[in-house]
């Protein structure tokens, strides 16, 4: 079976610092890995994948992620945060060929 | 292009009515998904529409839950004799199928989401 830890439940940070958030999964093969995004009253949108090919993943508005498999984590990261990345980020793993189990979701606070 | 669209947007009604809530996916797209999300946490599978194939009901938490979809366009989530629990935002997504090996990259197009608030 599958699941996904995302570690921290709230994040803030100063614009133009780096965020970090932090995602656990288990599984007993090697996953598809997703992280989605869903800003206030929007739909959720596909940040980045991770689908066996390279490790670190670049996504959509800055953002990348590192498939660690010795961790079993998939990290998002992005360098330097704007206003506009306050959110709710998801952490998603593939458990079947078209199943997917979310995390409980990270919301993220970006301080002027 | 038009997304996946959802309605209505909010629907508040009273414990024990029965609710209909709508989805249109993406055109062309052969699979399609319903999410429950309660307050504060992750989404929690419902169901899952592939083309012509028997639904995946294993998310479906009771039998006063129901879904149907016509061929592979619009669905409808039912829920009958609402309980206060129920309250959540209702999300459905839509993919498309492709093709390949084991490893596919179903992405999921989300709508924006109903907001089911029972009294």
């Known amino acids: 079976a599958q699941s996904v830890t995302q570690l921290d439940s709230h994040v803030s940070v100063s614009e133009g610092t780096p965020v970090l958030l932090r995602c656990n999964y288990s599984s007993s093969y090697s996953p598809s890995l997703f992280w989605y995004v869903q800003h206030p009253n929007k739909g959720l949108q596909l940040l980045l994948k991770y689908t066996s090919a390279a490790t670190l993943v670049k996504g959509i508005n800055g953002f990348e992620a590192e498939f660690k498999k010795s961790e079993t984590s998939f990290h998002l990261t992005k360098p330097s945060a704007h206003m506009s990345d306050a959110a709710e980020y998801f952490c998603?793993?593939?458990?079947?060929?078209?199943?997917?189990?979310f995390g409980a979701g990270t919301t993220v606070t970006v301080r002027a | 292009g038009a997304g996946v669209s959802q309605s209505p947007s909010n629907k508040v009604t009273e414990k024990g009515k029965d609710v209909e809530l709508r989805c249109d996916p993406i055109?062309?797209?052969?699979?399609l998904y319903w999410y429950r999300q309660r307050l504060g946490q992750g989404l929690e599978f419902l169901i899952y529409?592939?083309?012509?194939?028997?639904?995946?009901k294993s998310g479906l938490p009771s039998d006063r839950f129901s879904a149907e979809r016509t061929g592979e366009s619009v669905s409808t989530l039912t829920i009958q004799r609402t309980q206060q629990e129920d309250s959540a935002v209702y999300l459905c997504?839509?993919?498309?199928?492709?093709?390949?090996?084991?490893?596919?990259?179903?992405?999921?197009?989300f709508g924006p989401g109903t907001r089911l608030t029972v009294l």
């Open positions: 529409f592939q083309g012509n194939s028997a639904p995946d």
């Open positions: 997504a839509s993919s498309p199928r492709l093709a390949g090996g084991p490893r596919i990259d179903n992405e999921q197009f």
């Open positions: 055109s062309g797209h052969t699979a």
């Open positions: 998603v793993v593939s458990v079947s060929r078209d199943k997917l189990s």
